[in-house]
């Protein structure tokens, strides 16, 4: 039989779980979009929010939030092929492998050429979608988030798999299809698009800086379909992610226009060049992302997965102990909570705050090198290991990230401490302190990104409360235990496209047996879940 790992690898004792600018950049324009994962102290984001409960259905496309964009809805309209030059695919395109382990909802095929000097993108993908509901679909939505922005987004052409023009209709931020014939549950559809980005200048996941361009959410995406709610389709908050990803395959061409130097080139996924275009794969993945700039790069190889780190040239010393740290990371986290499901992982120092995890890729804020002092004790390290874990913890099992985000972030915040007692034990108390109890955490884990008008609050209540309570349940039920659940909500991420707060306590019932109740009434504003009801 095999043993379990354990949490803590010391020769003698078990640690007391309980005492133990260089340049200004660019205005934020939507700050209240990048109020992420990496919970720096400082960040706080004035505003004021009012949300209403939905649910998206089938023939009502309502969305989940009010629109906090500021400009009006988008004009993107079709244009003649002609009108902008387009990418050419490669001359060849070898096929995906053939998928038969997971549940595959979509493939994108994408070619993308960036104008480095212009900042500008042209475009031209196409998506298969696999129908894998119950449901018959007769339209079709797309999450195109770049038309949240004011003359960012612009479409050229919409056509299905037969080169035919499909008739569509903007709503609050996503294009929806009407289909030429209905989607039969466990059909497919192909779609082709042509379009163009002009970057925006700011300082987040998809927009320019003076060092560097990002691209997250770049491309449009089909949503997640949950039976009980129907299409899952969030509208930002004034912190916090607001999207939920399907699993899907990526087959991306990369193609760089360079200025008077040569741009460095970060993507997510493993890369080849052919043709002058660097071609990038990536499987069973929530989404795509990648950046541009004049980085320096670390690279090395743990549990056989290839880390790649991407930093300014100001910052090789820093650069080199976030590198460490994510690669200690990927090993720890290989051991307790499953094998990492990439080949690859990468690193990207960021002109913008705090942290943001993409599928095989995350980036790290800047001013956290900037500060770094070549001690665990910065920012720097935990943050590194918060977004390396969310690999795991919204990667691997994906979340609702806007009515559910402790899903995904108390665990990433509590996988750090699992980071430092087995790095550096003689911290944990340290951590307790620096990154939980110094900010007296209050309020119902279970919030969602919309009950929050400021990032501080925010975190308090769901990262760091959250973390909370992780750690009275692992005193509850003890190490192995505890451990045994880990690794059975992951189970429970591989075989359900989006979890829920119910697949958690469903996981938490089946290991341990415990009552849940008593920690749901104490940490969570709705403490109605009934196992016997709801667990399988």
Same mark, same amino acid.
């Given at each position: 039989m095999m043993e379990t790992p354990a949490l803590h690898q010391e020769p003698a004792s078990i640690v007391s779980w309980l005492t133990r600018g260089r340049r200004l950049g660019w205005v934020l324009l939507f700050l209240w979009l990048l109020a992420a994962c990496g919970t720096v102290d400082e960040a706080e984001i004035p505003a004021t929010v009012t949300t209403t409960p939905h649910v998206a259905t089938e023939t009502a496309m309502a969305t989940s939030a009010p629109s906090l964009t500021p400009t009006a809805e988008p004009t993107a309209t079709i244009l003649p092929a002609t009108a902008t030059p387009l990418p050419m695919p490669p001359p060849t395109s070898a096929p995906l492998p053939t998928t038969t382990h997971y549940i595959l909802w979509a493939t994108y095929s994408l070619w993308a050429t960036l104008d480095v000097p212009q900042r500008q993108l042209t475009v031209t993908q196409t998506i298969t979608y696999v129908n894998n509901t119950a449901v018959t679909h007769t339209q079709l939505p797309l999450l195109v988030e770049p038309a949240r922005y004011d003359r960012v987004f612009q479409l050229h052409s919409l056509t299905d798999g037969h080169e035919a023009a499909l008739p569509f209709a903007w709503d609050n931020g996503h294009l929806l299809l009407t289909l030429p014939a209905p989607l039969p549950p466990a059909d497919h559809l192909i779609l082709h698009m042509a379009y163009s980005l002009a970057m925006p =200048?700011?300082?987040?996941?998809?927009?320019?800086?003076? @060092?560097?361009? &990002?691209? *997250? +959410?770049?491309?449009?995406?089909?949503?997640?379909?949950? =039976?009980?709610?129907?299409?899952?389709?969030?509208?930002?908050?004034?912190?916090?992610?607001?999207?939920?990803?399907?699993?899907?395959?990526? +087959?991306?061409? /990369?193609?760089?226009?360079?200025?008077?130097?040569?741009?460095?080139?970060?993507?997510? *996924?493993?890369?080849?060049?052919?043709? !002058?275009?660097?071609h990038c794969r990536l499987t069973n993945a929530r989404n795509f992302a990648w950046s541009v700039g004049e980085y320096e790069t670390i690279s090395g190889t743990v549990d056989g997965v290839e880390v790649t780190s991407y930093a300014f040239a100001d910052h090789a010393e820093e650069a080199q102990a976030a590198f460490s740290a994510t690669m200690q990371a990927v090993s720890?986290?290989?051991?307790?909570?499953?094998?990492?499901?990439? +080949?690859? @992982?990468?690193?990207?120092?960021?002109?913008?705050?705090? !942290?943001?995890?993409?599928? !095989?890729?995350?980036?790290?804020?800047?001013?956290?090198?900037?500060?770094? &002092?070549? #001690?665990?004790?910065?920012?720097?390290?935990?943050?590194?290991?918060?977004?390396?874990?969310?690999?795991?913890?919204?990667?691997?099992? *994906?979340?609702?990230?806007?009515?559910?985000?402790?899903?995904?972030?108390?665990?990433?915040?509590?996988?750090?401490? /699992?980071?430092?007692?087995?790095?550096?034990?003689?911290?944990?108390?340290?951590?307790?302190?620096?990154?939980? &109890?110094?900010?007296?955490?209050?309020?119902?884990?279970?919030?969602?990104?919309? +009950?929050?008008?400021?990032?501080?609050?925010?975190? &308090?209540?769901?990262?760091?409360?959250?973390?909370?309570? @992780?750690?009275?349940?692992?005193?509850?039920?003890?190490?192995?235990?505890?451990?045994? @659940?880990?690794? =059975?909500?992951?189970?429970? *991420?591989?075989?359900?496209?989006?979890?829920?707060?119910?697949?958690?306590?469903? $996981?938490?019932?089946?290991?341990?047996?415990?009552? #849940?109740?008593?920690?749901?009434?104490?940490?969570?504003?709705?403490? $109605?879940?009934?196992?016997?009801?709801?667990?399988?």
């Open positions: =200048a700011q300082q987040i996941a998809l927009g320019y800086t003076p @060092l560097q361009i &990002n691209l *997250g +959410d770049w491309y449009p995406m089909e949503p997640p379909y949950v =039976a009980e709610r129907g299409w899952v389709i969030n509208q930002p908050g004034h912190v916090g992610e607001h999207l939920a990803y399907v699993r899907a395959d990526y +087959d991306v061409y /990369l193609r760089l226009i360079p200025g008077e130097s040569e741009p460095i080139l970060a993507a997510s *996924g493993y890369r080849q060049t052919v043709d !002058g275009w660097h720890l986290f290989n051991e307790l909570f499953g094998p990492y499901p990439h +080949d690859t @992982l990468v690193l990207i120092e960021a002109d913008f705050r705090d !942290g943001l995890e993409f599928d !095989g890729l995350y980036f790290l804020d800047r001013g956290l090198y900037q500060r770094y &002092n070549d #001690s665990p004790r910065e920012y720097l390290i935990p943050i590194a290991v918060h977004e390396t874990a969310h690999q795991w913890w919204q990667g691997l099992v *994906g979340n609702d990230q806007a009515w559910e985000p402790w899903l995904d972030e108390a665990m990433a915040t509590y996988s750090e401490l /699992l980071f430092y007692e087995r790095h550096y034990p003689d911290l944990v108390e340290w951590w307790w302190y620096f990154r939980v &109890n110094r900010f007296g955490p209050t309020g119902a884990v279970d919030s969602a990104i919309y +009950d929050f008008d400021q990032f501080r609050p925010y975190v &308090n209540t769901v990262y760091l409360r959250g973390a909370m309570l @992780l750690h009275e349940m692992r005193r509850q039920v003890g190490d192995g235990l505890f451990l045994a @659940l880990l690794q =059975a909500y992951v189970q429970a *991420g591989l075989t359900n496209e989006i979890v829920t707060a119910d697949t958690f306590w469903c $996981a938490w019932q089946e290991v341990t047996q415990a009552d #849940s109740r008593p920690l749901r009434q104490r940490y969570f504003a709705d403490a $109605a879940f009934d196992p016997v009801e709801s667990c399988p």
